[in-house]
C-alpha cells in the first residue's frame, strides 16, 4: 500500500483524546471512511487512560501505521512503568528523554523569545 500523507492526494485525519475507547475509535474511523492506502492517521495525545481499552486502542494504533503525539495521559503510564521498573531494579526512574523539553513559543518561531520549558506531565 501507497501512504501519500503530506503532499499526497490523499487526507490527513487528525484524531486526539481517545482516552481507551476502541470501539469508538474504530467507530469514528468508518464514519470518516478512512482508507490505509491514501489518508494520513494522526494522533495527538491522550491515546490511553479512562476508557476500557486502552491496549487495544494502542494496538489499533500500531497495526494502522498511524503517527502518533504523547500526551499527559501516555507520558503518565511511561513514568509508572519506569517506576515500576525501577523498584525491581531494572531501570532509572528519571530518564533524561522524559525530563522537561523546551517548547517554541509564538514569539520563538518568529524570532523572538527563547523556548518556554514544558513541565513533565504538561498537557
Not at 19 to 32: I, N, S
Not at 65 to 70: D, K, N, P
Not at 75 to 84: D, F, H, I, T
Request: include cysteine; aromatic fraction near 2%.
Amino acid at each position: 500500500s501507497t501512504r501519500m500523507g503530506w503532499g499526497g492526494d490523499g487526507r490527513t485525519i487528525v484524531v486526539g483524546d481517545v482516552h481507551g475507547c476502541r470501539e469508538e475509535l474504530e467507530q469514528l474511523l468508518r464514519a470518516c471512511r478512512y482508507s490505509p492506502d491514501s489518508d494520513r492517521l494522526v494522533f495527538v495525545g491522550d491515546l490511553v487512560a479512562k476508557g476500557p481499552d486502552s491496549p487495544g486502542v494502542v494496538r489499533l494504533a500500531l497495526s494502522m501505521g498511524a503517527e502518533t503525539v504523547a500526551g499527559n495521559h501516555e507520558l503518565k503510564v511511561l513514568e509508572c512503568g519506569l517506576r515500576m521498573m525501577s523498584l525491581q531494579g531494572s531501570a532509572d526512574p528519571n530518564p533524561d528523554h522524559l525530563q522537561a523539553s523546551p517548547l517554541p513559543t509564538p514569539d520563538a518561531a518568529q524570532g523572538g523569545a527563547e523556548a518556554a520549558p514544558r513541565a513533565p506531565g504538561g498537557a
